[in-house]
């Protein structure tokens, strides 16, 4: 049976999250996917990847390319305009995603996933957001995936390993 799928924002996440619940007795697994909005000037998503090493880029190869580049604090410039900056590869989003999606729609079971869109990067670093104070989810990273059972959490997968194939199995089957 195929993946049934719904997508919420902050702004209409109660009302998609009350249709989830209540269609969740009919599901042999439930997921909620918190992950980042889409970049529109990229159609990609803009949550940061694992920091992988430090390295001196040009100015002007910054946030430019295939590597996201973040500025490391305050930036002292090389006296030939470098700067030096994190490589962040992949991002979490980009590499998850996909791996999720297709352990979902490759199962034979009856699974749920509603995907809620934490929004654009200001929002989620804003620690009052709705979704990180939430007694339900205390989120600190996108993606999480979390296996809702009973109206409660039974399992997690953090941003860190929410593309691994096993833990989505795992978590999927409720172990």
């Not at 996917?33 to 000037?41: G, H």
């Not at 999606?101 to 670093?125: H, I, M, N, Q, S």
Request: with cysteine; net charge negative.
């Amino acid at each position: 049976m195929p993946m049934k799928q719904l997508d919420a924002t902050v702004s209409n996440f109660d009302t998609v999250f009350e249709k989830f619940r209540s269609e969740a007795p009919n599901n042999k697994a439930n997921l909620i996917l918190f992950l980042a909005d889409k970049d529109p000037s990229t159609s990609l998503s803009w949550c940061p990847g694992s920091i992988t090493q430090y390295q001196t880029c040009p100015k002007a190869s910054i946030c430019i390319g295939p590597i996201n580049c973040s500025l490391i604090g305050t930036p002292l410039p090389h006296k030939n305009g470098d700067v030096d900056v994190i490589l962040h590869d992949p991002q979490d989003c980009v590499r998850a995603e996909p791996v999720i999606y297709k352990k979902l729609e490759t199962g034979a079971d009856d699974v749920a996933l509603l995907r809620a869109f934490v929004g654009d990067r200001p929002t989620w670093r804003n620690p009052q957001h709705p979704w990180r104070v939430d007694s339900r989810f205390k989120l600190t990273g996108v993606p999480t995936l979390i296996r809702w059972e009973n109206d409660t959490i039974q399992g997690r997968l953090e941003d860190h390993e929410a593309h691994l194939e096993n833990k989505i199995d795992a978590l999927v089957a409720g172990k």
